[in-house]
């Protein structure tokens, strides 16, 4: 197993993903919408697709309007479903993102067969393919998607900051959200918007599988450990950095162990992030046992 | 890509279009009793949690010296590793403080990983061929081959069988768990009978339309079917049909145009009728309901109209109600109000009467009136002596219940109050504009 400059990159590149897909998924926890983590993830197939087909570029502002225009669409079919229809909230998510990702996928498969826009590519990422995209900014050569992924990070946290006190009461207490004047509609909308551009800016490098790992689990690992809202946020991010940093090492030095090759990162970043949150379930069962 | 290639139609085909359409019955079947034990994203969770197994008995078979691809060893991997994301979901609920969303959510995002992380090792590997196992995240439905249809078939029927032979069960489990542990029904046993038939399906269902899009055959039919139905029974027959249809259609046009994504085509016509059946269900779909509410705003405000009415004359003593008054009694604009007479008046309840701005009550109308404002005020007295609400404040909450009250409730009312002639309104109109 060899360490080079091209791990450093894959791996800063996904500590940004991680970090920037765990802020807002802190909030999709609490409120028990983690499964929407999932949903927008997979129903923003066709937004991408539609911006593609439209635009015939895979220009990264077509992108994430697209996809910022489906996720919140997502996320209002979900409520108009499950409100007017009276279905399940969790049923009404299943019909409304799995219908899209159809949709999406037709819509790839015959309109946008002969470009690289495929579907495993969603899946999975191209996170190996990261170093060879370089910036160069003043005397370095900066991976594009450590800028990007640097940008996302770096508005999250904004997001997270400007809208702390609206997030923190929309999220613990809805009614009393209402009636001081902050919708808390209006909040699920807006946050259901950057989960959307989140997974979209992730997506292209570190592929939907870790978007949906990194939304949910970190928030999960944190919510065992912490009491408070604040350390509960530090303790998610800690979670996310420690894990993209563990998956890779594992992807690069797991396989060898056993005679085989190296594997797929986003995968194994997956899978460290599940150990990290075995651990704290471990943790937290001894500590509440004695 | 013009025009169908009919001549690949053959009998492998039909046998394909076949299996896909019994996945498509027994899926939505079954997922009606998911979807009603609010379990339907379970299905999600299983399914993202099979490809590690898939991997891995992929892993195990090409060690042992196959070539790795033989289908009932990878089902089996598939199987055993949808079971055990299904135990971590519910050891994760029950004994930490993780909720069941965010449960099924890790289940499915590191079960997931795990099962690509393990692909790319196949993928790197000098022995065997991983091609094809990717076709169980997307489906293959146009190149199945006869066996695999034939043994989505057999799968199917088994868990209607079974379905069918628990169906008293499982409609209680769904319903009345507490009921059904009192009965003395091995409650636990039963959930995890009805767990595995889903973790099954699930996993036949792979081979047609892929890990991603599988879970809408379970969600989708019964979503759509119970917009047609209260009945359990009924539900989950009409589910089975509308699952069979979609998958027919869907697997048709894919055997006819191999360059359709099967799978997806599937998920949309389901989706289609789904959207229909949101519009049109005859028991919760959007033109019933939105019908049914029409109806009711409308006898209330004619209630309302007929009640004004009554209360003037009683008051002032004139059956020439001014038009000043009642546009001042509700707040109904002028068009609103002209709109209401009208429809009054060519229901026989009103005369033209003798100045332009004043409308009278015919006898049918008053008659009409009279049993408004009746129930009005038995449901007043009522409130006030029962439910000990002030008399200045009884009106607003007897007007939200006193347009559906049925004659046997007023009956009853009257027996209960002991009343029998005329009602003293408890808060009469003190002036009357004339």
């Not at chain 1, 003043?138 to 006190?165: Q, T």
Request: charged share 15%.
């Amino acid at each position: 197993m060899t360490w080079t400059a091209i791990d450093s990159w894959i791996v800063v590149t996904a500590m940004l993903s991680a970090v920037a897909c765990a802020l807002p998924g802190c909030f999709l926890v609490l409120r028990r919408m983690s499964m929407m983590g999932d949903a927008i993830s997979h129903a923003i197939l066709p937004g991408l697709a539609i911006a593609f087909l439209l635009t015939h570029s895979r220009d990264s502002v077509t992108m994430f309007v697209g996809a910022a225009i489906v996720g919140v669409l997502t996320a209002v079919f979900v409520d108009a479903v499950h409100r007017h229809g009276h279905v399940e909230e969790s049923a009404a998510m299943g019909v409304v993102f799995t219908s899209l990702f159809a949709l999406g996928l037709i819509l790839l498969v015959r309109g946008a067969d002969h470009v690289d826009l495929d579907a495993s590519c969603v899946l999975y990422g191209a996170m190996e393919l990261v170093p060879l995209d370089v910036i160069e900014v003043g005397r370095w050569e900066i991976p594009r998607a450590v800028l990007k992924m640097g940008a996302m990070v770096l508005f999250n946290a904004a997001f997270v900051l400007l809208f702390f006190k609206e997030l923190t009461i929309s999220t613990f207490d809805p009614g009393l959200s209402d009636t001081v004047g902050i919708s808390s509609k209006w909040m699920s909308l807006l946050l259901m918007a950057v989960v959307a551009v989140t997974a979209v800016a992730a997506f292209e490098s570190v592929g939907s599988i870790l978007v949906i790992a990194m939304l949910i689990v970190p928030a999960a690992t944190a919510q065992l450990l912490t009491e408070r809202l604040t350390p509960f946020l530090w303790t998610a991010v800690a979670t996310a950095v420690a894990s993209a940093w563990l998956g890779h090492l594992g992807a690069i030095g797991l396989p060898p162990l056993f005679g085989f090759e190296d594997t797929n990162t986003a995968g194994m970043m997956a899978v460290a992030c599940g150990m990290v949150f075995a651990l704290a379930v471990l943790w937290s069962r001894r500590r509440s046992q004695s | 890509m013009t025009g169908f290639d009919l001549s690949a139609f053959g009998y492998n085909s039909k046998v394909v279009v076949l299996g896909v359409v019994a996945l498509g019955m027994a899926c939505g079947f079954i997922g009606s009793f998911m979807l009603l034990r609010k379990r339907a994203l379970m299905a999600d969770a299983v399914s993202h949690a099979t490809l590690p197994g898939i991997g891995l008995a992929f892993l195990v078979m090409v060690h042992a010296g196959g070539d790795g691809k033989w289908l009932p060893g990878l089902l089996l991997g598939a199987l055993l590793s949808g079971l055990a994301g299904m135990g971590a979901v519910l050891i994760l609920t029950r004994m930490t403080r993780i909720k069941e969303d965010a449960a099924l959510g890790i289940v499915l995002s590191v079960f997931f990983g795990l099962g690509v992380a393990i692909l790319g090792v196949i993928q790197k590997m000098s022995r065997g061929s991983a091609a094809g196992l990717e076709s169980f995240i997307y489906g293959k439905t146009a190149s199945m081959l006869a066996s695999d249809a034939y043994l989505i078939t057999a799968v199917g029927a088994v868990s209607f069988l079974v379905c069918g032979l628990l169906f008293k069960e499982f409609t209680l489990l769904c319903f009345d768990q507490d009921f059904a542990v009192s009965l003395g029904l091995p409650v636990l046993l039963l959930d995890l009978v009805l767990m595995s038939l889903v973790v099954v399906l699930t996993v036949i269902g792979l081979q047609a339309v892929g890990l991603i899009l599988v879970i809408a055959l379970l969600i989708i039919p019964p979503a759509s079917a119970r917009f047609w139905s209260d009945n359990l029974a009924s539900m989950a027959s009409l589910s089975a049909l509308f699952g069979g249809v979609a998958g027919g259609v869907g697997a048709l046009l894919s055997a006819l145009a191999p360059k359709w994504p099967a799978g997806a085509v599937i998920v949309l016509a389901n989706s289609l009728l789904f959207a229909a059946s949101f519009v049109f269900g005859s028991q919760r779909g959007q033109l019933v309901r939105w019908r049914s509410q029409h109806r009711l705003a409308k006898k209330i405000a004619r209630q309302h109209l007929l009640r004004a009415m009554e209360e003037y004359t009683e008051a002032s003593g004139s059956r020439e109600v001014p038009w000043e008054f009642l546009l001042a009694e509700r707040s109904w604009s002028p068009r609103a109000l002209r709109a209401q007479l009208q429809s009054a008046e060519s229901d026989g309840l009103l005369e033209a009467s003798v100045s332009a701005d004043t409308v009278c009550l015919t006898p049918l109308g008053e008659a009409k009136a009279d049993r408004a404002v009746r129930n009005h005020r038995l449901w007043e007295t009522y409130l006030i002596t029962y439910a000990d609400i002030a008399p200045s404040h009884v009106d607003r909450d007897a007007d939200m219940v006193e347009h559906l009250l049925e004659p046997a409730v007023i009956a009853e009312l009257e027996a209960l109050l002991a009343i029998e002639d005329r009602i003293r309104s408890p808060h009469p109109l003190e002036s009357v504009p004339s």
